[in-house]
């Protein structure tokens, strides 16, 4: 049950972020607003193999990366089946027609339950960049041409993280942000010649060119020093932050700089496996954070400071919570998803207090790795295997309002909305899910 912490209400004001992105996009991995939300309507409760599918495209390979929608173009990253290779690609987000799909590199290394083409690509309407876990990191503009490319692993060693590299970029206020927090040493090649750093980069996205890069110590050790998740920014009090979550902290850095301007210990005890998946997310003035592997979701309030001065956790949820997911903010609303235990359970939690409106299970056999998508007052959720859930958002009980089974697993990609439409990622197609027009 939720905990309740220190309440600092002169905190909990309404977060308004200034966001380049228009209604209909989905430009980043989180959507619009960095929290899994879309503020689009009209969208489909339910579907079925031809019931409001627009159309549905055959991809190259498997994917744990979210299709990313602007400007009337899907952008997707795939591994190619058979091969070693890594894609990118583009579709018509009208009728799904390729534009264009482009080859990446190869990699031949393997990892368990993961694949190099998870991260999900960016874009700011005139170009979009593709990152993978091989540390390629390419650029290209709408058309396709290539405008630069880089490979941070080649850059600075190797990525360290036992089920490959995940992280995916952000794209905020023209520069581009790249999360490494890794282990001191390899699991596999290449090798270490020192122990290897963790670091927050930051680019130029026209270019590729280097802003900065800031190092990220930590006190922990073995997997605990890796993170999967990517950084969100946080507005408050007129400034932006750059955080992201791992490695035992929380840690706020300046966009300009890479400053770290605070960060926040939220595991003392040190131990070898609080690895980090899910990425952070922000509302209300809070900043809400899971601990590793299933053991509890928090809400952080910061004087943006340092530690002691004010950064203090709010209240603490200790029911079922994920390993995987991160958590989605929507309307006023916060919702954390067990896909593995439990049941499979979903909960709706109040984000200023921690208290439960309602919680329910979702079931199926497979993981619920993906996170949970919010839109038109209904939340989208896909497992490993294909099956689909619809959910009443808001409320206080808990409504499926459709089930589904699409199959074509193995399946990571979180549902991506855009432009009226759903845009679904199985491991064999990309389908378009729309009401029909009128």
């Not at 040190?270 to 928090?298: E, Q």
């Not at 939690?349 to 497979?366: C, E, K, N, S």
Request: net charge neutral; hydrophobic share 35%; glycine share 10%.
């Amino acid at each position: 049950m939720a905990k309740r912490k220190n309440p600092v209400w002169s905190l909990l004001i309404v977060w308004a972020m200034a966001l380049p992105a228009s209604a209909g996009d989905w430009r980043q991995w989180r959507g619009p607003f960095f929290n899994g939300a879309s503020d689009e309507e009209n969208l489909p409760a339910s579907w079925g193999p031809t019931e409001n599918v627009v159309w549905k495209v055959p991809l190259p390979g498997a994917s744990g990366a979210t299709p990313i929608i602007c400007n009337g173009r899907v952008f997707v990253s795939s591994t190619v089946d058979d091969s070693d290779e890594l894609a990118a690609l583009c579709l018509d987000a009208a009728d799904g027609k390729p534009l264009w799909q482009r080859r990446i590199e190869t990699e031949p290394r393997r990892f368990p339950r993961n694949n190099p083409a998870s991260p999900s690509p960016v874009t700011d309407g005139e170009r979009v960049i593709f990152l993978y876990g091989s540390g390629a990191l390419v650029g290209f503009d709408y058309q396709g041409n290539q405008l630069w490319a880089r490979n941070i692993e080649k850059e600075y060693g190797n990525l360290a993280l036992l089920f490959g590299y995940s992280n995916s970029p952000l794209l905020y206020q023209d520069k581009l942000y790249v999360v490494v927090i890794r282990r001191q040493q390899p699991y596999r090649a290449p090798a270490a010649d020192a122990p290897l750093e963790s670091y927050l980069l930051a680019l130029e996205p026209r270019t590729g060119q280097t802003l900065w890069k800031q190092t990220r110590p930590t006190n922990t050790f073995d997997e605990s020093m890796e993170t999967y998740s990517t950084p969100v920014p946080f507005r408050r009090d007129g400034r932006t932050e750059i955080l992201n979550t791992g490695a035992d902290f929380i840690t706020a850095h300046d966009p300009e700089t890479g400053n770290e301007r605070w960060r926040f210990e939220y595991h003392t005890n040190k131990v070898r496996d609080t690895r980090i998946i899910p990425s952070l997310v922000t509302g209300a003035g809070l900043i809400f954070a899971t601990r590793h592997k299933h053991k509890g979701v928090f809400a952080l309030a910061t004087d943006g400071i340092n530690q002691s001065a004010g950064n203090r956790i709010v209240w603490e949820f200790n029911g079922p919570s994920p390993d995987c997911s991160s958590p989605l903010y929507y309307q006023d609303r916060l919702y954390v998803l067990d896909g593995i235990t439990h049941g499979k359970v979903v909960t709706c939690l109040d984000p200023a207090t921690g208290r439960v409106f309602w919680q329910g299970t979702i079931g199926g056999r497979a993981p619920w790795r993906a996170s949970l998508t919010g839109a038109d007052g209904k939340l989208y959720g896909i497992n490993e295997d294909g099956d689909i859930v619809v959910l009443a958002a808001g409320g206080d009980q808990f409504r499926i309002l459709f089930e589904t089974r699409m199959g074509e697993g193995p399946i990571q990609s979180s549902i991506a909305v855009a432009d009226g439409r759903l845009f679904i990622r199985t491991a064999k197609n990309l389908y378009c899910i729309s009401k029909p027009q009128r």
